[in-house]
């Protein structure tokens, strides 16, 4: 099983940037990056996703270490609606996803 | 709404029963993979379809779930004499096979409580 390690939680203020990391040491070549976000009793969200180069699009930001053995999701500009739990997967050999335990974060007024 | 349904939303069951959930993939989607999570904790791959074959199980699936695709369109998974320990949230997802990484699309879940 491919592993990541994310913190338990954060805490961020409204309207500021938050980044999130993810650290995913065993990464084979060819294993994608993905991070999805789960809102309370909701089904998880596409956040995105990349493989060697960093990614942005509407919702957030992705940038990748050049090892990628970690990663880092950035959202611009936290707001309440950002509050979720926010899981980086690596896209093992065949096509499970292995979600881990997340990061809880927490979006402050 | 042409989103990932699943249906029912919530079931109540007694131990020893059976129960069946319904998952609507997004039309086109020829991939569909089905989800279980608990409390606290992330979703765990139970197991997938690329269109009606079932192509991957993971060793959570006991003998007592079945699942099925037969059009290759909708799905149902049937857990047979329900166990408290099977209580959870259901997940079912959606995704077309496509080079590179693929994007998964949830439904809302089914909540079990197995009493």
């Known amino acids: 099983d491919a592993k990541t390690t994310q913190p338990n939680s954060m805490e961020s203020n409204e309207e500021e940037p938050v980044h999130l990391p993810c650290n995913h040491s065993?990464?084979?070549?060819?294993?994608?990056i993905h991070w999805y976000r789960q809102l309370p009793s909701q089904g998880p969200e596409y956040v995105i996703h990349g493989l060697t180069s960093n990614v942005n699009n509407r919702m957030a930001s992705l940038a990748i270490a050049e090892d990628r053995k970690s990663s880092t999701l950035i959202l611009h500009r936290a707001t309440l609606r950002d509050a979720a739990v926010y899981y980086c997967?690596?896209?093992?050999?065949?096509?499970?996803?292995?979600f881990g335990t997340g990061t809880s974060l927490t979006v402050i007024p | 709404d042409t989103g990932v349904s699943q249906d029912p939303r919530h079931k109540i069951t007694k131990r020893g029963q059976n129960v069946t959930f319904r998952c609507d993939p997004i039309s086109e989607h020829n991939r569909l993979y089905w989800y279980r999570q608990t409390l606290g904790q992330g979703p765990e791959f139970l197991t997938y379809?690329?269109?009606?074959?079932?192509?991957?199980k993971s060793r959570l699936l006991s003998d007592r779930f079945s699942a099925e695709r037969p059009k290759g369109s909708f799905s149902t998974l049937e857990i047979q004499r329900t166990e408290q320990g099977d209580s959870a949230m259901y997940l079912c997802?959606?995704?077309?096979?496509?080079?590179?990484?693929?994007?998964?699309?949830f439904g809302p879940g089914t909540r079990l409580l197995v009493l």
């Open positions: 997802a959606s995704s077309l096979n496509r080079a590179g990484g693929e994007t998964q699309y």
């Open positions: 997967i690596l896209r093992a050999t065949g096509n499970q996803f292995y």
């Open positions: 065993t990464i084979s070549g060819t294993d994608y």
């Open positions: 379809f690329q269109n009606e074959a079932q192509l991957e």
